[in-house]
């Protein structure tokens, strides 16, 4: 079985601050895929990342981050110096080796950076 | 565009009635799939479809029907047997490669509300 648990209901920060989002997950798979997607307040999801489970470097792109940690089973998001458009619900997600192509997503963090 | 469409943007039912929500995409995906989202919670998948005129159940799958006659669409039925329709529906897709390799991309979402 396959589990993403975001420990974080709700974030709030004031714009340009710092904000990091837990991810935690749970599989027996050896070769599993992760993902961060965005949610706006208009509904639909925006991939923002996939990481494989071979490929632990942490990677940036522009004020996003992502830091993958096998050994803690976690694949953690920051927001560097955010931005009112940076308020939306965030979701993590894992696919497993099945050959089903199904995501296991978490709860999502909902975060709002205020002016 | 290259996109998801999902109509309608908004759905009203009365209880006791069947009602379709449409998805459709021009990405030439092979995979495509049905998530519903309740306030507060992460995205449930309820079918999923690897090629046409094949489907599977997801998580949730009673009182849901789908079908695949086309590559590009995959219509999601809500039957009077859902206990609790009222929700945000979600459409994705993505390329059928190595399992869990493909980033889903995401429709609009369907909102429905039983009255």
């Known amino acids: 079985a396959q589990k993403v648990t975001q420990a974080q209901t709700e974030i709030s920060v004031v714009e340009k601050e710092d904000v990091t989002l837990d991810c935690v997950y749970e599989?027996?798979?050896?070769?599993?895929?992760l993902f961060w997607y965005k949610q706006p307040p208009s509904g639909e999801l925006v991939f923002l990342i996939r990481r494989n489970s071979f490929d632990e470097q942490n990677e940036i792109s522009g004020r996003y981050s992502w830091n993958f940690q096998k050994s803690t089973s976690s694949f953690n998001f920051t927001i560097t110096a955010s931005q009112v458009v940076d308020s939306a619900v965030y979701f993590c997600?894992?696919?497993?080796?099945?050959?089903?192509?199904?995501?296991?997503f978490g709860a999502g963090t909902t975060v709002t950076v205020r002016a | 565009d290259g996109g998801i469409t999902q109509s309608p943007k908004y759905l009203f039912r009365k209880e006791g009635q069947n009602v379709t929500l449409s998805c459709e995409q021009n990405?030439?995906?092979?995979?495509m799939y049905w998530y519903r989202q309740d306030p507060g919670q992460g995205l449930r998948l309820i079918y999923y479809s690897q090629i046409v005129n094949d489907f599977q159940k997801g998580d949730i799958a009673e009182g849901y029907s789908v079908s695949r006659e086309k590559k590009e669409s995959f219509p999601l039925t809500v039957t009077s047997a859902q206990k609790n329709p009222t929700a945000f529906y979600l459409c994705?897709?993505?390329?059928?490669?190595?399992?869990?390799?493909?980033?889903?991309?995401f429709g609009p979402g369907t909102r429905l509300t039983v009255l």
């Open positions: 990405l030439n995906h092979d995979a």
């Open positions: 994705a897709s993505s390329i059928r490669g190595l399992a869990g390799e493909g980033e889903q991309f």
């Open positions: 599989t027996r798979d050896t070769t599993y895929y």
């Open positions: 997600a894992l696919s497993g080796q099945g050959g089903d192509y199904k995501l296991s």
